[in-house]
């Protein structure tokens, strides 16, 4: 499935309109927005993650959703490395501007564990556990480290 | 409904489990955890905020979901103003500690906007748009300004 991605269907809004979503994001001193995302028709949560005005910028304008990694201080096209892309079904915007819910398209697994999403680790029967076994092997996702490649 | 919460039946979770999931969160610089809330059955993502260490703490404990208030600079035990409280039916974790899930039962709306949920700004027919109208009056919620009410 990763390497099949399903065909593009997105028909990027008029630039005006971009801009004017990216005129209302309050981006923080760092330059960020916090981004959730989120199965458009399950409903499930799969991450959360940073963009920058780059970020969300070409998010809108490709319809491959794009993240800014803190860690590496670059864009992050989700997907690029590991092949598990997020299609952007829509870009909403909270109350305060300063967070985004992208509903998705995810291809494949959206966490790095190899889970379908990050949030896999809750309190039941008194002890802390992990409830969501990775569907995915991760070195599949990335390769060997050996290979160099980034997480992603 | 506001005024009738539902009746409690969180049972906390042992001390110690609530210990090694404070444990497992990477706070940032400032002392803050990212938290989602979406409604336990629907899916639907409410809102996005930030908790500190005793938030989560109390969150856990009590059963009702408290944050912190960047610009209060204190606890924000939601609902507290506004009766809009929100019922804590599981705290999820995420794969690098630094984004909480929340999934909860809220009583009438999320957003102090009256709406549902916060996230009612997208781009729909080239234009940047309001997708949602307001379930209440945001007056009703916190009361005229003159009353001082802080929101909440």
């Known amino acids: 499935m990763t390497d099949t991605p399903s065909p593009l269907t997105y028909a990027p809004p008029a630039l005006a309109a971009r801009e004017d979503l990216l005129a209302a994001v309050r981006f923080d001193a760092a330059g960020l927005v916090a981004c959730i995302a989120q199965q458009h028709d399950t409903g499930e949560v799969l991450m959360m ?3 920058n005005r780059e970020a969300v910028a070409e998010t809108l304008a490709t319809g491959r959703v794009c993240y800014y990694s803190r860690s590496r201080k670059g864009l992050w ?3 690029e490395t590991s092949g598990q892309l997020q299609h952007l079904v829509e870009l909403r915007l909270d109350c305060d501007g300063d967070t985004l819910l992208a509903l998705v398209d995810q291809l494949g697994v959206a966490c ?3 889970r379908r999403n990050c949030f896999y680790r809750a309190i039941r029967d008194d002890a802390l556990t992990t409830i ?3 569907l995915m092997d991760p070195a599949a996702l ?8 980034s997480h992603g």
Chains 1, 2 share one sequence.
């Open 142 to 149: 990335y390769g060997d480290a050996h290979k160099g490649h």
């Open 132 to 134: 969501a076994d990775p």
């Open 77 to 79: 096209r989700k997907g």
């Open 112 to 114: 790095h564990t190899g």
């Open 49 to 51: 993650a940073w963009m």
